[in-house]
């Protein structure tokens, strides 16, 4: 099985995920019921770790919960564990092996804070190093580059999202849920136009890749893949930080990848900055969006599906994002399934 044949599997595996991890989420609101976290902290590397943007920005605007990001090398590397003992303690793995996140889970459980493993394999050392387990389901991930790992990370994210605030008396939330394996369907149909995309830009090597809010995750994790992948020196930032002096970077004919869906993230101040860069800096702008108005200020754009609830919508507009690196690597003239240097499975200390 290719990364493409992975990335074409995403729908049926989350709509999978959607039906089998209910049960793991409800033991966990029992623990949280019997001890309510005052906050969340969150381990994870690499595309993991931007799972856990994702949940910093879906648990803080929608349950308004307080979410820090580890760092694990104050254990790994100092031996200090800091208190998290009233927190909710989550730990996110691919492979559930990194020894510095399965750390992480078993300092916190000490503490007696609760944890929560979220990893696509079940006998890990993750999740047996936590008290709840949710399993991603997604199957063997056979391609060095994750991508239905991740998008199972950020559904098990938006599910925790959805049964906290049912809790709390918002009986909907959970199925908002339910749109999304239809709308990653549809996002695959955008396949042609990501592959002319990538074609054109044949032998890029270096890019920005903008976004803010929710999709913030989105643009950190398009970066990586293009560097995984395509070699492509692929800096994210949030738009925000972007001009706090990175766009001095931008020259005629830089590229800029950004991703602006309609919300609050995509508002008026996203726009204008790619109006700027385009007309000001001479910047070769693509947009994934599923705004009209803001694909016509790009010079190539991908059409998100409409109507997907902002905090949703990193779901799928990484899926474009991931057929992008894909096609880029190959126009680029390298193997997707061989990138350099890279291995499956992680072990950091």
């Given at each position: 099985?290719?990364?493409?044949?992975?990335?074409?599997?995403?729908?049926?595996?989350?709509?999978?995920?959607?039906?089998?991890?209910?049960?793991?989420?409800?033991?966990?609101?029992?623990?949280?019921?019997?001890?309510?976290?005052?906050y969340v902290v969150i381990a994870g590397r690499g595309t993991s770790d931007h799972a856990a943007v994702y949940a910093q920005y879906v648990?803080?605007?929608?349950?308004?919960?307080?979410?820090?990001?580890?760092?694990?090398?104050?254990?790994?590397?100092?031996?200090?564990?800091?208190?998290?003992?009233?927190?909710?303690?989550?730990?996110?793995?691919?492979?559930?092996?990194?020894?510095?996140?399965?750390?992480?889970?078993?300092?916190?459980?000490?503490?007696?804070?609760?944890?929560?493993?979220?990893?696509?394999?079940?006998?890990?050392?993750?999740?047996?190093?936590?008290?709840?387990?949710?399993?991603?389901?997604?199957?063997?991930?056979?391609?060095?580059?994750?991508?239905?790992?991740?998008?199972?990370?950020?559904?098990?994210?938006?599910?925790?999202?959805?049964?906290?605030?049912?809790?709390?008396?918002?009986?909907?939330?959970?199925?908002?849920?339910?749109?999304?394996?239809?709308?990653?369907?549809?996002?695959?149909?955008?396949?042609?136009?990501?592959?002319?995309?990538?074609?054109?830009?044949?032998?890029?090597?270096?890019?920005?890749?903008?976004?803010?809010?929710?999709?913030?995750?989105?643009?950190?994790?398009?970066?990586?893949?293009?560097?995984?992948?395509?070699?492509?020196?692929?800096?994210?930032?949030?738009?925000?930080?972007?001009?706090?002096?990175?766009?001095?970077?931008v020259e005629p004919g830089f590229p800029v990848l950004a991703v602006a869906p309609a919300g609050v993230a995509g508002s008026a101040d996203?726009?204008?900055?790619?109006?700027?860069?385009?007309?000001?800096?001479?910047?070769?702008?693509?947009?994934?969006?599923?705004?009209?108005?803001?694909?016509?200020?790009?010079?190539?754009?991908?059409?998100?599906?409409?109507?997907?609830?902002?905090?949703?919508?990193p779901i799928v507009s990484i899926v474009p994002a991931q057929l992008h690196a894909y096609h880029q690597t190959i126009a680029n003239g390298?193997?997707?399934?061989?990138?350099?240097?890279?291995?499956?499975?992680?072990?950091?200390?």
């Amino acid at each position: 099985m290719t990364m493409r044949d992975e990335i074409l599997e995403q729908p049926a595996v989350v709509g999978h995920l959607l039906s089998s991890a209910r049960a793991a989420l409800d033991g966990l609101l029992a623990r949280l019921d019997r001890k309510r976290p005052e906050y969340v902290v969150i381990a994870g590397r690499g595309t993991s770790d931007h799972a856990a943007v994702y949940a910093q920005y879906v648990l803080g605007v929608r349950n308004r919960l307080s979410v820090a990001l580890a760092a694990p090398s104050i254990l790994s590397l100092y031996g200090v564990a800091p208190d998290v003992s009233r927190a909710l303690v989550i730990g996110i793995s691919q492979s559930g092996a990194s020894p510095d996140i399965v750390a992480v889970v078993q300092a916190a459980r000490s503490q007696g804070a609760p944890t929560l493993a979220i990893t696509n394999t079940p006998a890990s050392p993750l999740a047996e190093a936590a008290e709840h387990l949710v399993d991603l389901g997604a199957g063997t991930e056979r391609s060095i580059a994750a991508t239905k790992s991740y998008t199972a990370e950020l559904v098990a994210v938006a599910m925790l999202s959805a049964v906290l605030l049912d809790r709390d008396g918002r009986q909907d939330a959970f199925a908002e849920l339910d749109v999304l394996p239809e709308a990653m369907t549809r996002v695959l149909d955008t396949e042609p136009d990501v592959q002319r995309i990538a074609r054109a830009a044949a032998g890029m090597e270096r890019c920005i890749v903008l976004g803010r809010g929710f999709e913030y995750a989105t643009a950190r994790e398009w970066a990586l893949k293009l560097k995984e992948l395509s070699g492509v020196l692929a800096d994210p930032y949030s738009t925000a930080d972007f001009e706090h002096g990175p766009k001095a970077l931008v020259e005629p004919g830089f590229p800029v990848l950004a991703v602006a869906p309609a919300g609050v993230a995509g508002s008026a101040d996203l726009r204008g900055l790619l109006v700027r860069l385009r007309t000001e800096h001479g910047a070769r702008i693509t947009v994934l969006s599923d705004d009209t108005a803001t694909r016509a200020l790009a010079d190539e754009a991908v059409a998100l599906p409409e109507d997907l609830p902002e905090w949703l919508a990193p779901i799928v507009s990484i899926v474009p994002a991931q057929l992008h690196a894909y096609h880029q690597t190959i126009a680029n003239g390298r193997d997707p399934e061989s990138p350099q240097h890279l291995s499956k499975v992680t072990l950091t200390r």
